[in-house]
T-cell receptor, first 116, second 113 residues
């Protein structure tokens, strides 16, 4: 595997389900991100992790719970979601943070989530 | 309130001609601007970036121009090729800020033969 991979690619869940999205980067990067793209809206940053530590939570509801066990893996745990949470969820990674000069982020293909 | 705006949802250009995609921003604290390209069912892929201290950056067929006083940047693709048909996203980041990218809504570029 190369680059940034995400599983599953598609997910349908009910509002009472618990599910998790997985992201893995094979680039040796230290920073990882979750973004959300809803219909007709721009990509929105959700969370930022640097060396496994969360550096940014962009006012995301607690029904979304991120986990970063190491610099290569990032999870997004989903619980009691609403239909309006249906969106494309994208994971990205970068060598470091923009403050250190690493502005380019590499994206995975995304998980298309549908909440019924 | 959108800090990065791409006001053209779509753009159609003939093959071989120049494609010009525009982007406006409101946050004067942005230090870097990036362009990403996205095909259906794939994640965005990085195309080209520009630092706020420059006004032009070129890479092959792709050139990005930055006008800081107007808070405007543009991506020029010349000559346009059929494989350039995709959605193009403008993004910006502050060097000392949240470190995530702030994206525009994207412009769907269609290259016609």
């Amino acid at each position: 595997e190369t680059g940034v991979t995400q599983t599953p690619r598609h997910l349908v869940m009910g509002m009472t389900n618990k599910k998790s999205l997985k992201c893995e980067q094979h680039l040796g990067h230290n920073a990882m991100y979750w973004y959300k793209q809803s219909a007709k809206k721009p990509l929105e940053l959700m969370f930022v992790y640097n060396f496994k530590e969360q550096t940014e939570n962009n006012s995301v509801p607690s029904r979304f719970s991120p986990e970063c066990p190491n610099s290569s893996h990032l999870f997004l745990h989903l619980h009691t979601l609403q239909p309006e949470d249906s969106a494309l969820y994208l994971c990205a990674s970068s060598q470091g943070l923009a403050g250190s000069g690493y502005v380019e982020q590499f994206f995975g293909p995304g998980t298309r989530l549908t909440v019924l | 309130d959108q800090q990065v705006k791409q006001n053209s949802p779509s753009l159609s250009v003939q093959e071989g001609r120049i494609s010009i995609l525009n982007c406006d921003y409101t946050n004067s604290m942005f230090d870097y601007f990036l362009w990403y390209k996205k095909y259906p069912a794939e994640g965005p892929t990085f195309l080209i970036s520009i630092s706020s201290i420059k006004d032009k950056n070129e890479d092959g067929r792709f050139t990005v121009f930055l006008n800081k006083s107007a808070k405007h940047l543009s991506l020029h693709i010349v000559p346009s090729q059929p494989g350039d048909s995709a959605v193009y996203f403008c993004a910006a980041v502050t060097g000392g800020g949240a470190d995530g990218l702030t994206f525009g809504k994207g412009t769907h570029l269609i290259i016609q033969p």
